[in-house]
């Protein structure tokens, strides 16, 4: 019987502890910031570090809270700087000339000549390298941002960088003047 009551009184308890908790989650559940979510939704998210910052979440926080200007992030290019500065109405920069790369490339790891360290695996924020210790490795193509941190790890330096061929898969439209500069100018803004 003594037994039976315990395992009531540690089932209620159990109850009563779950549901303190659910509630807790629910009445102190910390809201995103919707700004940083806009602005972070604009960034590509490959993760790079380029913008200076260790990620894409905390460069959208540094600009939302006006730590970090617009014009950071080389993989988003002019264009998501542009689409930055009509989101948050601030003036618009373009990249650095130096930050814009001129070509689109990717990480290709020179197979015979990997030691199988795994050390671009932990370099790599998109998970774009497969391998496994003292194997070799690989970089699969359609993941790789072109980032380059798994670069300076490998202590072989047999990761290469190559240029992605422009193919109508790849072909951009080159920027173009858009209805949304001449109402930037219009308002006194530079034109993205
Ligand atoms: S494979 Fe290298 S270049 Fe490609 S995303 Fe990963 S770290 Fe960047
Ligand atoms: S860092 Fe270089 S040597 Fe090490 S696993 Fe990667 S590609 Fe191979």
Redesign the pocket.
């Known amino acids: 019987m003594d037994i039976l009551v315990a395992i009531v009184v540690m089932a209620l308890g159990a109850l009563l502890l779950g549901a303190a908790l659910g509630y807790a989650a629910v009445r102190f559940r910390v809201e995103g910031d919707p700004v940083t979510d806009k602005i972070n939704a604009i960034l590509p998210q490959?993760q790079?570090g380029q913008c200076g910052f260790p990620g894409c979440k905390p460069y959208a926080e540094a600009i939302a809270s006006g730590k970090a200007e617009i014009n950071l992030c080389p993989p988003g290019g002019n264009e998501g700087a542009c689409k930055l500065a009509e989101l948050l109405g601030r003036d618009y920069a373009p990249l650095e000339e130096e930050a814009i790369k001129p070509e689109r490339a990717?990480?290709v790891i020179v197979e015979d000549r990997c030691i199988g360290c795994t050390l671009?695996i932990q370099?790599?924020?998109?998970d774009?390298?497969v391998g496994a210790a003292r194997q070799m490795h690989t970089?699969v193509e359609a993941?790789?941002?072109?980032?380059?941190?798994?670069?300076k790890p490998c202590p072989v330096e047999c990761?290469d960088?190559r240029a992605i061929p422009e193919t109508p898969e790849t072909w951009r439209w080159p920027e173009v003047r858009r209805p949304a500069d001449e109402r930037r100018q219009a308002e006194g803004m530079a034109a993205c």
């Open positions: 490959t790079c990717v990480a671009c370099a790599c924020p998109v774009a390298i970089v993941l790789c941002t072109g980032c380059e941190l798994c670069l990761i960088m």
